[in-house]
């Protein structure tokens, strides 16, 4: 269950621009995805740890985990992002 990383293109990037927003200070904590999520990070540096993978990502990536996926989340940068689930 990879958790993908990218920069969107611009229609996507416009699109994300209209989602909810999310923020978070720096923390660390035990997160599962019942359902996909995918996000656009405005600010902040986070990793994300799978017991077999770990992922950072920050400003303007775009971010997909999957469902199902469980992790931990270390927010080394208080983070805002835009996010949809499903």
């Known amino acids: 269950m990879p958790i993908e990383v990218r920069k969107p293109t611009p229609e996507e ?7 909810p927003t999310w923020s978070k200070e720096p923390s ?3 997160w599962h995805y019942d359902q996909k999520e995918t996000c656009l990070v ?3 540096e986070v990793t994300v740890e ?3 993978e770990t ?3 920050g400003p303007g990536d775009c971010v997909v985990f999957p469902q199902g996926l469980q992790c931990t989340w270390k927010v080394n ?3 805002r ?4 689930f499903g």
């Open 28 to 30: 660390e904590f035990p």
């Open 50 to 52: 799978v017991a077999d």
């Open 13 to 19: 990037e416009a699109e994300m621009k209209t989602w």
């Open 55 to 57: 992922v950072s990502f």
């Open 81 to 84: 992002k835009h996010y949809k």
């Open 42 to 44: 405005l600010e902040g």
């Open 77 to 79: 940068k208080a983070i």
